[in-house]
Structure formats: structure tokens, C-alpha cells
């Protein structure tokens, strides 16, 4: 059999996995994939996955082997788009990730416009706020609020959001402004935990560094409820600045300790790297980036 066509076959049961998930992807019979693995692991010598009657699993070198196949299938991608040349159609399916709001706030819109200008592509929108494994989960472009760790993926910046501190005037008028970060020991905190994993707050004033240690009264895991508690008058909360654009223009929050705002934090779009962008990935990258720099809150 094709070497790339096994390949093809043993990523589809990993990411499916099972030999009948993976044949239903490729509409192929459960006996042909099953055949297709095994000649693969003849061939190579050794063994892939590990096989029960209820699922399968990798071994340490079927993992390896699944993340040089994706690579190799992906590069292969890009060979045939390349081959029709630089203007072709936008086809295929695209996977797009990013958080929660982030998503919702800028990248759907963007979704949106792509797919009424490229009728040819389906777009999967995965908006999680964890950060996705792109490799392991076939994700094609990625939008990340954070400084970025060297990786075999391009990065584009588009942007820079504020990490601010933010409190209801009735809460500043009943407790008062803190004028500098230790007085935020005297203050209620809502900590939200996507954005403060711990009690630790860092600051910056020219240009020297400043860590407060708080004990907060309120924990939560979402952004959201974070910024409900501070605009009810709770206390005093640290989020990204879009995500409280809204109540910030309203008034029904205020931004405190302005001036000791830590570094604002990168916003990148993220691809994989290739000697050729696929038609599907240039298109959507050229107009997000478009988009993205446009926006007034990241910028």
C-alpha cells in the first residue's frame, strides 16, 4: 500500500480512537483499516498502538510516529496547494481556536466575513480557555493572548491587551482608591483564576517591578463572573482590559492603579510553519490579521 495513505489511515484511528472511528472518517470498512495499520506496523517493525476490545491506545513509538505522520501529511497539504498555485480557491476544512470571549468578541465576526468571501472552506471554531495542544488536536490557526515560547509554529503579532485593576464607584467611594499596590492589602480582591493562578500581583513603576501577595475574598475560575462580582460592588479585581471593555465605557466600572500596570501582554496569531501556507490559512491569517490590528481595544 501507499506510504502516505497508511500514514493517513493510522492518524485517522489515533485521533479517532478506534479502528471503526477512524474508518467511518475516512469511509473506509473497519477490515480494510484494520488491515492498513497492520501492514503499517509490518512494515515499520514495530508496534503502534496498544489494542483492546473497547479502545486503543499508543505506544511510545506510535506517539512519535503520529506527530512525524501529521507533519508529514501536512506538508504534504501544502505540496498540492502550492502546486495549484498561490491564488488558488480557499478550500477545506479550517480549525480555528482561541478563548472563550476573545473568540466571541473578535473572532467569530472575522469567521463570519471569511466564509461569506470563501464559500469553499468549513471552519471549526474551538473557543476554550485552556491552552490547546494544535498538533494533537488538528488545529490549523490559533489566536494566543501571552508571551510565546519558541516552537516550530509562525507567530504573527496583531495586538497587546492591559491587564487592569477595576472596581465599582460604589465600592471606591464606600473603601477608597488605593493609591499604590501595597494598599491593595487593605481591599477586598476577586481573583480570577484563568488570569491570577495564584495570590500573586505584579506591578511596574519606572521601570522597577513591584510583587503584592493577596489574600482574596473571592476565587473564581471565570473572567466573567469575576467582573459581575466587582461590578456589584464587591471589591477589587484584575482582568484583561477587553474583557471589561463594555462596563468600563458604561462607568459601572473603574480602572484603579493605573499607572502601575504591568507590561501589556502580546496578542499573536499562530500557524503552522511551512516553506508554503496552505490557500485556507494565508486567506484567513492576511484577513484576522487585518481585523485584529484594526481593533481599537488592542491597540
Known sequence: MDRLHLMSVYVAVVEAEGFAGGARKLHMSPPAVTRAVAALEERL?????????????????GQ?????????????????????????????????????????????PGIVEYLRRYPMVEVNALFVDRVVNMLEEGVDVAVRIAELPDSSYRALR?????????????????????QMPDDLLKHRIILARGLNPNNEMRFQYDGQAQMVKLQPLLSVSDNDS???AAM??????RLLNYQIAAPLQSG???IV???????????????????HSSAKIRSFVDLMATRLRAELSLN
Open 226 to 228: 469575576a467582573a459581575s
Open 252 to 254: 459601572k466600572l473603574k
Open 232 to 237: 456589584a460592588g464587591l471589591g477589587i479585581t
Open 257 to 275: 492603579l493605573g499607572d502601575f500596570e504591568s507590561p501589556p501582554v502580546p496578542v499573536h496569531i499562530l500557524h503552522r510553519e511551512g516553506r
Open 158 to 178: 496583531v495586538g497587546s491587551v492591559r491587564r487592569v485593576l477595576c472596581a465599582s464607584p460604589d465600592y471606591l467611594a464606600e473603601h477608597g482608591i488605593p
Open 45 to 61: 517493525g514495530v508496534k503502534l498502538l496498544n489494542r483492546t476490545t473497547r479502545y486503543v491506545r499508543m505506544t511510545e513509538a
Open 64 to 108: 512519535k510516529y503520529y506527530e512525524d505522520a501529521k507533519r508529514i501529511i501536512a506538508l504534504a497539504d501544502e505540496a498540492d496547494d502550492a502546486a495549484l498555485g498561490i491564488n488558488a480557491e480557499p478550500r477545506g476544512q479550517l480549525t480555528v481556536t482561541a478563548s472563550v470571549l476573545f473568540g466571541r468578541l473578535f473572532i467569530m
